[in-house]
């Protein structure tokens, strides 16, 4: 009798399925981590391979590109701070404030971060038309959420979204330069929140023409 078993055909038909080596979340941790010691120059996919004992192009197949990772990295560090503050239970006012005051804490005790996120500010928002395209990720969907409740709430809509936004990042980033550059004992930091939510609310003020 010829022919293959029939437990032997059933197994070839099978579709085979790969456990990937790597995952996506596992690539970010771990550039999150590279980052955090040694700022963004730790930030490469060389560097990336060599920490998790893996291929270049296992990293590359797992996360994308470099840009993309900076994307991921960015979502993440602007999600953790909107999640410790809780701002979906905050209303606009209080949300925008307490997300501000909530960064400039990290950032004063996370400079190597902090000089990260604003390394890569410049694939964040550099123009009310590139700000349109901020809720289509996750962390920056937070932060445009933010925004709109404190447009909607404080100034009826009388701001558009996206220019109010880009006004919104522009004094936080601001905020993450100087804390890049220089070491503020907590008080400072304090103050230096205070002054930033101060002028957020006069710039979007003076944008909804009061």
Known sequence: MTGTPATAEMVLDEP??????????RVVD??????????????????????????????????????????????????????????ARLEGVDAAQRLAAELTEWAATNRTLAGFLLDEDSKLITSIDEARTLGERAGRRLLVEVVRKLVDERYEG???????????WSQIRTMLWLLRHQTWDPADVRRLSRLMIDNCNNGLARLAGE
Request: zero cysteines; a negative charge; charged letters at 25%.
């Open 16 to 25: 085979r399925t790969r456990t990937p080596l790597i995952t996506h979340d």
């Open 30 to 87: 771990t550039a999150y981590d590279l980052v955090q010691l040694e700022g963004t120059e730790g930030l490469s996919m060389r560097k990336l391979a060599s920490a998790l004992h893996v291929s270049l192009p296992t990293i590359y197949s797992a996360i994308g590109s470099r840009e993309e990772l900076g994307q991921d990295l960015t979502d993440r560090i602007i999600a953790e701070a909107a999640e410790r503050v809780d701002v």
């Open 158 to 168: 009388r701001i558009d979204l996206h220019m109010a936004t880009t006004y919104y």
